[in-house]
């Protein structure tokens, strides 16, 4: 199964395999790599605040901490290292001069972990970014699907219950073959302050499942010859929306793959804005307007939500509508997915989960909040309403039935179909018929979303036919972590 995941933390969480190495040090190697990695490592295993936070101030390029700020990695890496543990290292998988990756086990879970540390060229080569990546552990062997779907079912059961037992996860989970569900269950509670059960109705916080909505959009309005993808952001939106000089070099393409050199829209803003006034598109913009690019556009990749939100503009300039209604109208309904929406947050919406976090919201929240105090209710992290970056709320079956509707090009044309599974890389095929004549669709797709109090995963293999939905209301990577255990089951990789 062929994944692209993304997580509105920042941290992106990629399902991939780890390569087998035959040499398994006890330690980190005395390298310059190695060095980091052991402070990364002490700092886990203190799992403290203050310690992550000398773990970053003494190991991080000054150029990271200006991009994404001290405390609010302090917060995403508490929470990393509040959901792993203390992780005991196995070996390095890989190392260069930027980057080294090393794989290690959680203490508290046994589940394993790669860890890649990408670094800055020269001295003193301080950390630009970390990445997680669950992984299969050193030499795994992939088993074949366990038995028939009936037995998988009853084994994804067992999985559910023990996890939500152990306070791992609490949401819902669906298995569905060739469009089937034959697993569909829930966990946990929606809202505890009332005791109500999660239910398979109940709607979650997709988080960054929210782009390929996004992604669906702005395909359809190419297909109809309203854009192209070698567009310019300037193109469709002038210096009085869109003010910044980088629009006119800025491509749709490069913000769809971010490669557009936009970055974040979290961050000190972010967190210094009262989050009420996060109503619009527009109003994202201060957020990220006026900040240089991270790198020249197409000169690298970065994960981006103020790309995202450049997209959704562009959709409602295009359109003559809000992106909440364009989405509604021609993506959910024709989809089929009538327990989807971008409602506000403030808006009583029936069946919808409350997120329940350990992440500290602020200067303000004690040390226990991040070091394993009990998760409280999500909201103060919350924008008044979702953006195209992501954010939406939607139920388990929607998700299947918005994976069944882009199989079925209901959504989509064939060639444009074609393009969202083939991984966006290149622009679509210009013709029917040159999208006729391709190989047949193969592979398939995954996106993953996640901030403080929610974690979604949706993925489909088209070889087998099989979609996995995990939608959950507690902090990654619960949901991530479920879902690769289903896919185990099914015996994917």
Not at 10 to 24: D, F, M, Q
Not at 285 to 295: I, K, Q, T, V
Not at 459 to 481: F, K, M, Q, R
Request: aromatic residues 8%.
């Amino acid at each position: 199964m062929k994944t692209r995941c993304a997580s509105a933390l920042g941290v992106v969480l990629c399902l991939l395999l780890a390569s087998p190495v035959a040499a398994a040090p006890t330690s980190p190697p005395d390298t310059a790599g190695g060095r980091r990695v052991r402070a990364l490592l002490a700092a886990f295993e203190a799992g403290t605040p203050d310690a992550l936070r000398a773990f970053l101030s003494a190991n991080f390029a000054a150029s990271a901490l200006e991009e994404v700020p001290l405390e609010q990695r302090v917060r995403r890496l508490g929470n990393m290292a509040q959901q792993a543990g203390p992780l005991e290292f196995d070996r390095i998988v890989r190392e260069s001069g930027t980057e080294v990756a090393f794989l290690a086990r959680s203490r508290k879970s046994g589940d394993w972990v790669e860890i890649g540390v990408r670094i800055e060229p020269g001295s003193p080569g301080g950390i630009l970014g970390l990445l997680f990546q669950p992984s299969d552990g050193p030499g795994a062997v992939h088993e074949t699907k366990k038995g028939s779907d009936a037995e998988v079912a009853a084994a994804a059961h067992e999985l559910l219950r023990s996890r939500a037992a152990a306070g791992q996860f609490s949401g819902v989970a669906l298995i569905a073959h060739d469009g089937k569900p034959f697993f569909h269950e829930a966990v946990g509670l929606a809202d505890r302050s009332f005791s109500v059960p999660n239910r398979t109705e109940t709607r979650f916080n997709v988080g960054s499942i929210g782009k390929a909505f996004t992604q669906v959009a702005i395909a359809q309005l190419a297909a109809q010859g309203r854009l192209a993808f070698t567009d310019t952001i300037r193109k469709h939106l002038p210096s009085s929306v869109y003010p910044s000089p980088a629009a006119d070099r800025i491509t749709i393409q490069q913000l769809v793959t971010m490669t557009s050199g936009l970055g974040d829209v979290f961050g000190e803003k972010y967190d210094a804005t009262p989050k009420d006034r996060l109503r619009t598109l527009a109003d994202y913009l201060p957020l990220f307007a006026g900040e240089p690019l991270l790198f020249e556009p197409g000169a690298d990749r970065r994960y981006s939500n103020a790309g995202y939100v450049v997209l959704g503009l562009i959709v409602e300039r295009i359109s003559g509508e809000s992106y909440y209604d364009y989405v509604r109208d021609h993506v959910f309904e024709p989809a089929g997915m009538t327990d989807t929406g971008d409602w506000p947050q403030d808006t009583v919406v029936p069946n919808r989960a409350v997120g329940y976090t350990r992440e500290r919201g602020g200067s303000g929240e004690s040390e226990a909040a991040a070091s394993g105090g009990t998760e409280r209710p999500n909201l103060y992290a919350l924008p008044a309403r979702s953006s195209s970056a992501g954010g939406a709320y939607s139920t388990a079956l929607d998700l299947l039935r918005f994976d069944q509707a882009l199989r079925g090009d209901r959504l989509l044309s064939r060639e444009y179909g074609d393009w969202f599974f083939s991984g966006k890389a290149n622009r679509p095929a210009t013709s029917v018929r040159a999208a006729a004549s391709g190989p047949a669709r193969a592979g398939g797709f995954g996106i993953a979303g996640g901030t403080a109090g929610a974690n979604a995963v949706l993925e489909t293999d088209l070889d087998t036919g099989y979609t996995i939905v995990v939608l959950g209301n507690l902090d990654p990577p619960s949901a991530e972590s479920l879902g690769r255990a289903l896919r185990e089951l099914l015996g994917l990789k």
